[in-house]
């Protein structure tokens, strides 16, 4: 079956997290032997040359479209003497997380690589920015938040952190092919509040055995863990953040961006936020599908 898939979106505003996602995409376009798409948004709605006259104002405008397509495809053929990889440089004007949605469409993108805000200098923490926000919420396909300068060491392990949802398994299909494709090894973690049932731990074990049997039926190296929370708190995202943090092997954790009930619909759920801005590794977001591995297992 001929792969639908042509390429790897990587959107840049030039800055450096941008960049480092641009090299963090080398290693995906070479295992997956797709092309890398640079992308630039350009706002329609500048007023940057509105008090020069609307004549001198349009040719400034050109020539600042000019110098941002000459910047990109300078990058673009840099990115591709490094990478082997061809590397397209594609300019459009609008809204950027619009027009990332639909440039990823109409590309046939199989990732989106997303290098977020730099920290916020009053928190100290990664910022991730309204039009992220949205393109993470809304993407067809997966989206890869990259934070760091990338390390080429492959991706040795896959982070899976499941719960007892049902949409929340469908990233053990995701977890396989990527494992697949970078010859990883995949560890599956769930998180068990303390004061919680016995019930729900006896769910969360049974769960966890028949991802890793089904993981590991697959030819993959699997090993899962059920991590423990105590005290009087129920948010269980810093355990995962952790335990991703302290194991320097983990090169990818994977999660569902699922809505909370009662949060406005730009805005990811809390725990998920607090996985992407805090984990030391990319962070792969996958939109809960109808249909997914939780038709897999019951």
């Known amino acids: 079956m001929k792969n639908i898939y042509n390429s790897i979106l990587v959107p840049t505003d030039f800055g450096k997290r941008s960049l480092a996602a641009l090299d963090a995409s080398f290693s995906l376009a070479k295992m997956t032997g797709l ?29 600042y479209e000019d110098q941002m397509r000459n910047q990109l495809l300078e990058i673009a053929t840099e990115a591709s003497r490094k990478s082997g990889t061809k590397v397209n440089a594609v300019i459009s004007h609008g809204k950027a997380h619009d027009k990332i949605l639909k440039g990823a469409h109409l590309l046939h993108s199989k990732f989106i690589l997303q290098g977020i805000n730099n920290e916020d200098p009053d928190t100290g923490k990664n910022h991730i920015g309204t039009h992220t926000l949205r393109v993470i919420k809304k993407s067809e396909c997966p989206v890869i938040i990259v934070k760091n300068p990338h390390k080429d060491k492959g991706c040795r392990n896959i982070l899976l952190p499941l719960d007892l949802t049902q949409e929340t398994r469908q990233k053990v299909s995701h977890a396989v092919e990527m ?120």
């Not at 092309?35 to 050109?62: C, P």
Request: glycine share 4%.
């Open 179 to 298: 494992a697949k494709l970078f010859n990883s090894s995949i560890k599956v973690v769930s998180v068990y509040w303390s004061k919680g049932s016995n019930d729900i731990l006896l769910k969360l074990q049974q769960q966890m055995d028949q991802v890793i049997s089904f993981i590991k039926k697959e030819k993959i190296r699997c090993s899962g863990e059920i991590l423990q929370k105590s005290g009087t708190s129920k948010t269980l995202a810093p355990l995962i953040v952790d335990y991703s943090n302290k194991d320097e092997t983990i090169d990818m954790v994977m999660i569902m961006t699922q809505r909370e009930a009662g949060l406005f619909d730009l805005f990811l759920g809390s725990s998920a936020q607090y996985i992407i801005r805090n984990t030391e590794a990319p962070v792969m977001t996958i939109i809960p599908k109808e249909l997914g591995f939780s038709s897999m297992i019951n």
């Open 35 to 63: 092309e890398i798409t640079l992308y630039h948004v350009i706002r329609d709605n500048q007023n940057l040359f509105s008090a020069f006259g609307s004549e001198r104002s349009k040719s400034m405008k050109k020539e």
